[in-house]
């Protein structure tokens, strides 16, 4: 039996480009987050974010 594992990533911009910031987070099969780690881009787009996240 496999142990299931949820992960996530989201970047956002308020306009665009704007202030700019990202995260991901990655979670047990019950949903209690195990590692996490998100961080500010400055000013920058919502492309830029998404793809922060998701490396």
Do not use: Y
Request: glycine content about 16%; proline content about 7%; aromatic content about 6%.
């Amino acid at each position: 039996m496999s142990e299931r594992i949820i992960a996530a990533c989201d970047g956002a911009a308020k306009g665009n480009p704007g202030p700019a910031g990202w995260g991901w987070v990655i979670a047990d099969s019950q949903g209690r987050p195990e590692r996490w780690e998100a961080g500010p881009l400055g000013r920058s787009t919502n492309n830029i974010g998404e793809l922060t996240a998701l490396q």
